[in-house]
C-alpha cells in the first residue's frame, strides 16, 4: 500500500481505526525527511495490510502542535488506537522494518490491560 497523506481531520479516526498504523510527521524543507522518504515508501510496499501515513508539519501546524512535535522527521506507531511507538529521527530501513515486525507480534490484550493497569495508578496517585 502506498502512503497516505493525513490531515486534522483524517487523522483521529486513522488512529483510532483497529490495525497498525505508521505515521511519519516531516516537511519538505527537511532535509533528514527528504532523505527518509524513499526508505519509508519502500518499506511502506512490503507491509499491504498496515497504514504507512504521512503528516505534513508546515501544512498541519495545529496537528504537530497538538502532536508536540518538536523535531522531524518524528515516526509514531498506533495498534488499535494505542500510541506504542514514538522516535525522532530517521531509522534505516532495517530497524524500521524491525520495529514494524515488533509491533505486530505484541499481545493487544496484554498491551491494553498494561494501559488500563497504568491509567488506574495514575488516578489513584491524585
Known sequence: MATIELTEATFP???AAEGTVVVD???SWCGPCRAFA???EAVSEQYPDIT?????TE???GLAGAA???SIPTLMVF???ILLFRQSGALPAAALDDL???VQALDMDEVRAQVAANQSSDTTAD
Open 13 to 15: 479516526e486513522t488512529i
Open 25 to 27: 510527521w516531516w516537511a
Open 38 to 40: 524513499p526508505t519509508y
Open 52 to 56: 504507512f501515513a504521512k503528516i505534513d
Open 59 to 61: 501544512a498541519q501546524q
Open 68 to 70: 508536540e512535535i518538536q
Open 79 to 81: 495498534r488499535d488506537g
Open 100 to 102: 514494524v515486525g515488533q
